[in-house]
């Protein structure tokens, strides 16, 4: 009990010195000062500061977010898209993913793990989606999947992650139509 206590302690550390720090100047030093624990502690559970992030990332219940199916693509799109929102306006999150993509696009096994546990995820949801919208024949069978997702995913992440704008209601409303307008022509 008392060893989970120090490490979930850890865990909290490590991803506030994460989103502080980022994934390359993330030191274990700097975990174990935030956790007020000796390297040892570190050290006993992870030989390094990757074994100790995909350990997070796997025992973390990440959030993928759930295929809606509200009978129109358009509903759809705004579901996904405003639970999208409510994710990424949590400040660790907002902090977090844009180092985790980055690290994802380098040839390591956190790159691996976060293309398994946050790409794949995701992109079995977004192929979800079409798959509903050509099944009610809202868009043509042979949909570009990829182009969809990115079409999904790219506009609000590069809004909110990127360009650091918040979401408004009139914003989303227009995003939402430009989506669903550009993933009918997939």
């Not at 007020?36 to 074994?51: N, Q, T």
């Not at 902090?95 to 398994?116: A, C, N, V």
């Not at 868009?139 to 990127?162: E, F, Q, R």
Request: glycine share 6%; charged share 25%; aromatic share 6%.
């Amino acid at each position: 009990m008392l060893r989970q206590k120090l490490t979930n302690s850890i865990w909290r550390a490590a991803i506030i010195e994460l989103a502080r720090e980022g994934y390359a100047r993330l030191t274990m030093e700097g975990v174990t000062r935030r956790a007020g624990v000796g390297k040892a502690a570190l050290y006993r559970r992870w030989p390094g500061k990757e074994d100790m992030i995909i350990e997070i990332l796997l025992q973390s219940k990440l959030v993928i977010i759930a295929a809606p199916n509200t009978g129109s693509l358009e509903s759809d799109v705004n579901q996904y898209l405003r639970e999208a929102v409510r994710i990424l306006n949590r400040p660790l999150f907002k902090k977090i993913l844009p180092d985790l993509y980055s690290e994802m696009t380098r040839d390591t096994r956190l790159g691996k793990i976060i293309q398994e546990q946050v790409q794949e995820p995701k992109s079995k949801v977004i192929n979800q989606i079409i798959n509903q919208a050509v099944s009610r024949e809202e868009m043509v069978a042979g949909a570009d999947y990829l182009l969809a997702y990115d079409l999904l995913a790219g506009p609000l992440y590069w809004h909110m992650l990127v360009n650091q704008e918040p979401m408004d209601d009139e914003f989303m409303g227009k995003l939402v139509k430009i989506i669903t307008t550009a993933l009918k022509s997939c």
